[in-house]
């Protein structure tokens, strides 16, 4: 990894923390665990389509990582590992068969993905059947806060300079 | 790959709009569980006066839960996103109050089981 390359990684992992940042210190419009904006996957989907997957996952397990210890606790760590994980599974296979143009989709899919599988962890925690009610809740928020942060993603990288790419 | 989308947004719409569970019981049941232990069961329609269960958790984090007549809700807890108790209280089955990082859950149906009740056997 040359120097240049690892500087801009470092520099797209520092703008997820602040992102998340950010946005734990806005107030929760909706009182529903799990129901968030996740602004920080702007940058995990910039880095996927910039730099590629194994990139995007070392910027996301950062990201994840230091958030949680600046942040969080022991217990958002799980969450957020399974979340963040499935979201990248999910959007790296969406993206690898859909055009630039329908980064929406795969975004969608990514916030869909995420949060089933938070759901899935807070019912293996849990152990109560009752919690599976948020699942429509959760549904339709990941489309929602998917397509504006596949929205964002998409003019941030119609902005970003190219050659910081390479 | 919208199609998916769509009908899971469908899907979505109607559990929200149409809820399946309906009984001719007039009883709220609500049942606290911790790590999914059932510690307490409360007839919420023969609750008389208001109290509060506190659960601790293995951390000694603690939830500070307020029973109504009528309704059930967290008071406090010593989580740091707070969003059970933003949940407020809740005097009919629907989505469950869910402290995630205390593992606790709050949880409404309908029923007349024989439950904990100080009132509820009066002869």
Redesign the interface.
């Known amino acids: 990894m040359s120097v240049r390359k690892l500087t801009t990684l470092a520099l797209f992992t520092t703008l997820a923390i602040a992102i998340y940042a950010v946005e734990s210190a806005l107030p ?1 419009l909706i ?3 799990g129901i968030k904006p996740g602004l920080a996957n702007i940058i995990t989907l910039t880095v996927l389509h910039r730099h590629g997957r194994s990139q995007a996952l070392w910027v996301l397990l950062t990201r994840i990582f230091l958030c949680s210890i600046l ?3 022991a ?2 760590l799980l ?1 957020s590992l399974a979340g963040g994980l499935c979201c990248l599974l999910i959007m790296s296979l ?1 993206s690898s068969f ?1 055009q630039r143009r ?1 980064l929406f ?1 795969t975004s ?2 990514g916030a ?1 993905a995420h949060n089933g599988a938070q759901l899935a962890v ?1 019912y293996i ?4 059947p ?2 599976l ?5 959760l ?2 928020s990941g ?1 929602i806060t998917g397509l504006f942060t596949g929205l964002c993603a998409g003019q941030l990288m119609k902005y970003l300079p190219r050659s910081e790419a390479q | 790959m919208l199609a998916i989308i769509a009908l899971l947004a469908l899907f979505s719409v109607i559990m929200i709009l149409f809820p399946s569970v309906h009984t001719d019981s007039e009883h709220v049941l609500a049942s606290i569980y911790q790590d999914g232990e059932l510690l307490e069961t409360y007839d919420l329609s023969l609750v008389s006066e208001k109290s509060t269960y506190t659960v601790t958790s293995r951390s000694g984090r603690q939830n500070i839960i307020e029973i109504r007549p009528g309704s059930i809700g967290m008071l406090h807890a010593d989580c740091p996103d707070h969003l059970c108790v933003e949940q407020g209280f809740l005097s009919h089955p629907s989505i469950p109050i869910t402290c995630l990082p205390n593992s606790v859950v709050i949880e409404l149906r309908y029923g007349d089981d024989t439950v904990h009740a100080p009132d509820a056997i009066t002869y």
């Open positions: 929760t009182p529903i665990p942040f969080g606790q217990m958002s969450y969406v859909l329908f989709i969608i899919m869909l807070a925690i849990t152990r109560v009752g919690v009610a948020y699942l429509p809740f549904i339709i489309i």
